[in-house]
């Protein structure tokens, strides 16, 4: 099982859709998360970080859920500036992990 | 605001030839690293450094080398191309640990033919 797991995807969304991505992980003993943006063949920039007690920011919300060792992000009234890749990214332990992306498309 | 200067962004290298990604930061960050980034694979840890003149190995370390001598500069060495090198790199750098914010570079494309 890889460290950190997401369904790669693509999401094709709708404008103004919802949409909601899970990224499990395996290390029980994180604590730290963060969920980065990465547009088309640029870099990666945070997104948000995820509290214990959840994070929300205009739109997006993030979620960890530690029994079920999972977080998530929620993107609410989708904008076709959103399309791009979203990275959960795992900083517990001695190492940062990064899942290996969700891609999300939204069409007009 | 600069922030972190990835060179070159493109690169073809010969099987068996050397090379030096160049990574400058000027947001005096102690913390520094590299990673790769392969289709279908998270970015992975090659080397890190949490200050000058200390270096440490990430995830995937073999093949290259990395020096920490300025708080600004992180050069990683691809000492004998290989085809499974590669891949996009990417520098960050981030004023805490493991688990503060990164800020990456524009990364650099190679191809080793």
């Known amino acids: 099982r890889k460290e950190v797991e997401q369904d790669p995807g693509p999401f094709n969304v709708p404008e103004g859709a919802t949409v909601a991505f899970n990224c499990t992980y395996s290390?029980?003993?994180?604590?730290?998360f963060f969920w980065y943006r990465q547009d088309c063949r640029k870099e990666p920039k945070l997104l948000m970080s995820?509290?214990?007690s959840g994070n929300e920011d205009g739109r997006f919300t993030a979620q960890l859920n530690r029994a079920s060792q999972y977080i998530s992000l929620l993107i609410r009234d989708s904008k076709l500036s959103d399309s791009a890749t979203y990275l959960c990214?795992?900083?517990?332990?001695?190492?940062?992990?990064f899942g290996a992306g969700t891609r999300l498309f939204v069409k007009a | 605001n600069a922030g972190v200067t990835q060179t070159p962004k493109f690169q073809v290298l010969k099987t068996g030839q050397s090379m030096t990604l160049q990574c400058a930061q000027d947001?005096?960050?102690?913390?520094m690293s590299w990673y790769r980034q392969d289709p279908g694979m998270g970015l992975r840890l090659i080397h890190y450094?949490?200050?000058?003149?200390?270096?440490d190995q990430g995830e995937v370390p073999n093949g290259y080398n990395v020096s920490r001598s300025t708080t600004e500069d992180f050069p990683l060495r691809l000492l004998s191309a290989a085809p499974s090198q590669t891949s996009v790199y990417f520098c960050?750098?981030?004023?805490?640990?493991?688990?503060?914010?990164?800020?990456f570079g524009q990364g650099t494309r190679l191809t080793v033919v």
């Open positions: 995820v509290y214990s």
């Open positions: 990214v795992d900083t517990g332990g001695f190492k940062t992990i």
């Open positions: 290390n029980s003993a994180s604590q730290s």
């Open positions: 947001m005096n960050h102690e913390y």
């Open positions: 960050a750098s981030s004023y805490g640990g493991l688990d503060t914010e990164a800020f």
């Open positions: 450094s949490v200050g000058a003149g200390i270096t």
